[in-house]
């Protein structure tokens, strides 16, 4: 029974290798880790349910400051995230982006309303102003999407603090280990 037990145990160690040596193979092919790795990330507010309407305090109309966020289940190896909020219904059928935020601390679990998380990056929205800009659509317009969109990263990102939204999404390729939506909806 010995000789059966120890070749199962080298079958099932060739087959591991294999893997690994197609994953590492394919993440230096393309530098792309998420081809294999799958996450449970998950982003939430205690503000709107996913797919709800987003309280007027958040929005232009109200307090304009950001809602209360929490993360949980960061793939391993996460050593940042970076949060972009964005109105996939804007008008002229650009995408407008009302914040940008990266270098979230890989141990964050709450992000509070109203604030950016310790050592965390504002850049510059469509606004044209650095932080948050709240929900805005055009009165009388139906309600429009918002993406609340969290990424997890392989590293923390060394960009100029004026970036926009392209400037993060050029320096997050390759470092994407996960990511998630939560999606808010808002009509004037």
């Not at 009165?139 to 590293?155: E, M, P, Q, V």
Request: glycine residues 10%; contains cysteine.
């Amino acid at each position: 029974m010995f000789p059966l037990m120890q070749r199962f145990l080298f079958f099932v160690l060739v087959i591991a290798v294999f893997f690994a040596v197609i994953y590492i193979g394919q993440v230096l092919l393309t530098g792309n880790k998420q081809t294999f790795l799958h996450s449970n990330m998950d982003l939430r507010s205690n503000a709107f349910d996913n797919k709800g309407d987003i309280p007027l305090k958040y929005t232009c109309d109200g307090d304009n400051v950001s809602p209360p966020f929490f993360v949980g289940s960061a793939p391993i190896g996460t050593q940042s995230f970076a949060l972009v909020v964005e109105d996939p219904d804007a008008i002229g059928g650009v995408t407008f982006d009302h914040w940008v935020v990266w270098n979230i601390k890989m141990e964050t679990t709450e992000i509070k309303e109203g604030f950016v998380p310790d050592g965390a990056m504002q850049g510059i929205n469509d606004f044209d102003e650095k932080g948050y800009g709240g929900p805005c659509p055009p009165k009388g317009a139906s309600a429009h999407r918002y993406l609340f969109n969290l990424y997890a990263l392989d590293t923390r990102l060394n960009i100029n603090p004026d970036s926009r939204k392209e400037h993060l999404e050029k320096a997050m390729e390759g470092h994407i280990l996960g990511q998630t939506t939560l999606l808010g909806l808002y009509k004037r």
